[in-house]
């Protein structure tokens, strides 16, 4: 008997946690979909020529070791650059394609992680990408959800 308090609490605590995960990510996905960056991604388009090779990236008020993308366009494959102390390492593969918006009724190039290598977590991710000017994208983050996604986010990339 004893042992039911502790458990009770714990799963209150953990039922907490949850919602307010809940709540944090529909508050980020609220604002994402009202930020400027949104009009600025609905006004871009495929990019031309298409994303080859490495790419700076930059996402405003981050400052952790994604430091951009590496794309493979022969394959339509690539990997994110991370930034460690032994230098740049490659991590979080990812396959490419066209195709519309998850959010959107615009084309734009799909960066999908839901690949065997990737972890459980990130398989859920879905970036989108278009071409703001040119060698210069503007991308959207999505988290799947089932059949019901979120917007948590953009970033850029610059060659």
């Known amino acids: 008997m004893r042992l ?3 458990l009770k609490w714990i799963a209150i ?3 907490a946690i949850v919602f307010a995960g809940v709540v944090v990510l529909i508050w980020r996905d609220f604002w994402s979909r009202r930020s400027p960056n949104q009009a600025r991604f609905t006004q871009g388009s495929i990019p031309q020529p298409m994303p080859d ?3 700076k990236g ?3 008020g981050y400052s ?3 430091i951009g993308k590496t794309f493979h366009l022969m394959t339509a494959t690539g990997m994110n650059r991370m930034q460690s102390g ?3 390492e490659l991590r979080y593969p990812f396959r490419t394609w066209i195709g519309q918006g998850m959010a959107d009724p615009i084309q734009v190039v799909k960066i999908d992680y839901d690949i065997p290598e990737n972890p459980a977590y990130l398989r859920a991710i879905l970036d989108e990408i ?3 000017e040119p060698n210069h994208f503007l991308g959207k983050v999505h988290l799947r959800l089932g059949p019901a996604h979120l917007t948590v986010g953009y ?3 610059r060659k």
């Open 4 to 6: 039911i308090k502790p």
């Open 13 to 15: 605590a953990v039922v």
């Open 53 to 55: 090779g490495d790419y």
């Open 58 to 60: 930059t996402v405003s």
């Open 64 to 66: 952790g070791s994604w």
């Open 86 to 88: 032994q230098g740049v």
């Open 130 to 132: 278009v071409q703001v």
């Open 155 to 157: 970033f850029e990339l």
